[in-house]
């Protein structure tokens, strides 16, 4: 296994140690969406040059059955961080992508923080 797909592994077996998907099931029979959240640190003069490297990963995610929206992006003001964001129809959708997204093969950030959030509900902004 790539040093790159052994951290993706890890950092969902962090977000959900079991493997098995967290999604809630309500009363109402809905499952709970999932947002996947976070940055990565790594050297400055790389941050591009690891965004690109994600680019087929990130066309991959956009165009698979129950990605409401993924984006791996550079961020703004620090020229270190790297933004990622995942919304997920549902756990099942997420794990299903999981298996078979062959993520890129990239140097280990400096530092890593990514989260997972269960979502009951969501609607417009304003």
């Avoid at 929206?69 to 099942?92: L, M």
């Amino acid at each position: 296994m790539s040093d790159r797909k052994a951290r993706y592994t890890r950092t969902i077996r962090q977000l959900n140690p079991t493997g098995a998907p967290r999604s809630i099931s309500r009363h109402d029979g809905h499952r709970d969406m999932i947002i996947i959240a976070g940055y990565e640190l790594v050297d400055a003069a790389k941050r591009d040059e690891y965004v690109e490297a994600h680019r087929d990963l990130v066309s991959r995610a956009r165009a698979f059955d129950g990605c409401l929206h993924v984006a791996i992006t550079a961020d703004s003001v620090d020229p270190e961080r790297i933004n990622s964001v995942e919304v997920w129809r549902d756990a099942e959708v997420m794990d299903e992508w999981r298996n078979q997204a062959n993520a890129p093969e990239v140097d280990e950030p400096k530092h890593m923080d990514v989260k997972r959030y269960d979502a009951t509900d969501g609607g417009p902004l304003f």
